[in-house]
């Protein structure tokens, strides 16, 4: 599933996952995966951790490597787009280091570098991962993230989508 990703948005996936690995190995523990997600703000354990790295761990290795990386960040995102109802809070109050991840991954999602996620990028995107919808489905599920009313989604507003739960 990792190939619905553009080389930049590829690369910058590689930023953060360098930054979720913390001791440089090139694959990603349970542990740092916990670390990384409470600094998104997700709360979990390392049982979990060790549950989710098995989901997308293809080789049996216990440790989450690049691509596999990816697959989980096409699946997160995937989920996101279709439950945006499970908003939780506005993105406010995340440490510099969260907002700077949050920042990344929006800036590689909009393609064309607009400054928004707009319902063509979504439509391609979700082409990508297998699904289709129509322009009147990704109208309505921006509608539900679209606090301005502009009919695309902003910086702030993914962060509000992405701190979800």
């Given at each position: 599933m990792a190939e619905v990703f553009s080389p930049e948005q590829v690369e910058k996936f590689k930023v953060i996952f360098d930054q979720f690995d913390q001791n440089g190995d090139g694959d990603?523990?349970?542990k740092e995966l916990k670390g990384a997600l409470k600094l998104l703000g997700q709360k979990t354990d390392t049982k979990?951790?060790?549950k989710m790295i098995k989901a997308y761990d293809k080789n049996n290795t216990k440790r989450m490597e690049f691509k596999e990386f990816l697959d989980m960040m096409a699946n997160v995102f995937q989920y996101h787009l279709s439950h945006p109802e499970s908003q939780r809070n506005n993105?406010?109050?995340?440490?510099a280091a969260t907002n700077k991840k949050m920042e990344d991954l929006f800036d590689s999602l909009d393609v064309d570098d607009s400054g928004f996620i707009d319902p063509e990028e979504?439509?391609?995107l979700t082409e990508k991962l297998g699904e289709k919808m129509t322009i009147e489905e990704v109208q309505e599920l921006i509608k539900q993230v679209d606090k301005d009313g502009d009919g695309r989604v902003n910086k702030d507003e993914f962060k509000r989508l992405m701190c979800s739960k």
């Open positions: 990603i523990s349970a979990s951790c060790k993105g406010e109050g995340l440490d979504i439509i391609k």
